[in-house]
């Protein structure tokens, strides 16, 4: 395995690999990986030739009352599961390689930011736009891999990979989850024992939600208020936004039909946690 | 030559000299090509394998009141020009092929368009950065030709390449003039006879302006003041700007050292046309 922290180490290996005619799968990554994150990388194993993994917390993605200082970080543990997982390139810059003196250019995409975790964070998503431009264009995957746990993030990154037109593919894959339900998230290490267990209230209120829409429920007020008073029960959680999204357009809608995001975010003491379903009509 | 109206086609092109292990220049235009454009592509043309030249209006970088509408076209002749000078492939795309329904993504470099063009027309080089990446991603180029007349978009593309990582080097080109000394420009279609004299008051502004930094004048507002009078002498001329900035920066400086562009926008009747010079100190 190699680990580039450089971007013409990186776009060598790469490189090598591409004139060998060889396929590569992207997983990005700002570190401190878990078993989201291998599920990842076993998937992008699976359908290419070559892996290449980045460790990159990205600053541009943070606002200043952001957790940017504190996101926690293990490069060792993170390129030990890499190497055993089969991992053939770790690009790990840092913040200066990738934002050089003078940096001027984002990437946006306002339309799609104005709702869910675009309300809360308005920066958030041309930070996120801006660095997997990059990896792209440093990496040159065929085909790179997101977790539908940031299921914003997964439909903004398809649009743009759409409308810039770049010839590589975007793959979702499911939220991966503890045993109890609470989606894994890096941001899982900030919490409490008591947060800990306040935190299954996301997944309890997604889980009765998801129930009642496969019941027959097509009312999103209906469902959005279910779902309030349940994270309302809990007094370690704060609501952030309850909503439910076309998935084209990322508009809010009042009834559940195609492809529908149910989609929650909470605070849970200081830690904010998302979490949320996919519903398709032909689910039922 | 090829003639290709869809991504598709053209990315079979492209990829096919690509496989071949061709370099290719690429020259983006808006057609109704003129002299300047002959000399970006014998200039593509010598440094490059093959030559692929884009003809598309670009409406997102046209502001509603602007001449989007009304802009010179003639693909016939543009096409006759480029197979003459031995371009390989054509690539003129519908506006729907470069923006499907849905479109949101955008390319932006706010601080870069604070001044100059940007300032008067404040949505124009967010439309250029992101047709050019389009361009770029659809295209493949090793080099890519630019005029320097536009000499801002030149400086805010190759930025745009520095900072998302984009492996290619943009290539600035010198202005073409009139043997009167009018800067090349389709725009100039659009003069009268008796708006085609006035036009020369930008050159003459512009080079009185370069003989009194040449003899020593460095205070920006010294030549900026007497570009004015100039300019104010022409009745049919209005001023729109006329500005000194760094190139790096883009902002406006007191001074004139270092590298620094000397620029004008100027009405003349409805046409607004513009013209600069380039000043690097060891040009003296």
């Keep these: ?15 090598s690999w591409r004139s060998r005619g ?10 401190y990986l878990h078993e989201g994150h291998a599920s990842l990388i076993r998937r992008a194993k699976e359908e290419n030739d070559q892996v290449a993994l980045s460790v990159f ?5 943070f606002a200043p009352n952001e957790d940017l200082a504190k996101y926690p970080r293990d490069f060792q543990r993170d390129s030990a599961l890499c190497s055993s997982l089969g991992v053939g390139l770790i690009f790990h810059p840092e913040p200066l390689e990738m934002y050089p003196s003078g940096f001027a250019t984002y990437v946006e995409a306002p339309a799609l930011g104005l709702n869910l975790c675009g309300r809360s964070r308005p920066t958030h998503f041309r930070g996120v736009l801006t660095v997997v431009l990059k990896l792209f264009n440093i990496l040159e995957p065929t085909r790179a891999y997101f977790g539908l746990k940031d299921a914003q993030q997964f439909f903004i990154l398809k649009r743009m990979v759409t409308d810039l037109s770049l010839d590589l593919a975007v793959v979702p894959c499911p939220i991966i989850r503890e045993s109890d339900g609470l989606a894994l998230s890096s941001r899982n290490a900030y919490l409490s024992e008591s947060e800990r267990r306040a935190a299954l209230v996301l997944h309890k209120a997604l889980t009765q939600a998801e129930a009642s829409v496969l019941a027959g429920e097509t009312n999103s007020l209906q469902v959005v208020s279910a779902m309030k008073k349940i994270i309302a029960q809990e007094p370690l959680a704060k609501l952030d936004y309850a909503e439910v999204v076309e998935t084209k357009g990322l508009t809010l809608v009042n009834e559940i039909v195609g492809e529908t995001l149910v989609a929650l975010a909470v605070y849970i003491g200081q830690t904010r946690l998302i979490d949320n379903f996919l519903w398709k009509a032909n689910n039922k």
């Design 1 to 15: 395995m190699e680990i580039a922290e450089t971007i013409v180490k990186a776009r060598e290996v790469v490189r």
């Design 22 to 31: 060889l396929s590569i799968g992207l997983v990005p990554t700002m570190g």
């Design 57 to 61: 917390v990205n600053p541009t993605q």
